[in-house]
């Protein structure tokens, strides 16, 4: 259960969204302004698919294949990201908007399986980004860093508050 609420979380970053993203060949200039200033977004635009693990209950990890798509809009300044895992007996659907200014990141996801929904905040690099989220029923963080034009990672992890750590959940490796 904890690593389904886990993958939420990373449909959304993917909302993370999103969260992510470099310059793209032949971008305009206002596109090249906006990632020179940090913005990621412009990197992860397009579809995006690769294998990742889901750590679930007991120590019990799955192989999971994902697809994730990132949409653009006002300016570069928004992304939308759709994220599809499935694995041999785990599948979910996230959907996340994330908003960029000055480096900073906030916006929503939800995941329509688990009927999970929430907020989002973090900070933003041109490599990528990092952002929390919070639900009624969890919270947690994604890390999304981009390895060069064609590759990036997502990581998706739940606070502990016993340890009050974060303990990596969801680990994907993408490629266009």
Known sequence: ????????????????????????????????????????????????????????????????????TYKL???GTIIAQQINCAGTDYRFSAFGDLIYRRGRLSGSFREEKYNVSGKLSGTARRNGFRVRFTSDQFRGQVSVRLKGARRHSLTISQYDAETKRYIPRVSIALRR
């Open 73 to 75: 809009s006002k300016g």
């Open 1 to 68: 259960m904890v690593g389904l609420k886990h993958s939420r979380s990373l449909r959304f970053i993917g909302l993370a969204l999103a969260l992510t993203f470099y310059f793209s060949i032949g971008m305009p200039s206002s596109e090249s302004w906006a990632a020179s200033k940090g913005n990621p977004f412009f990197a992860l635009k397009g579809w995006w698919k690769g294998p990742g693990t889901i750590s679930l209950s007991k120590g019990v990890k799955e192989k999971i294949i994902c697809r994730v």
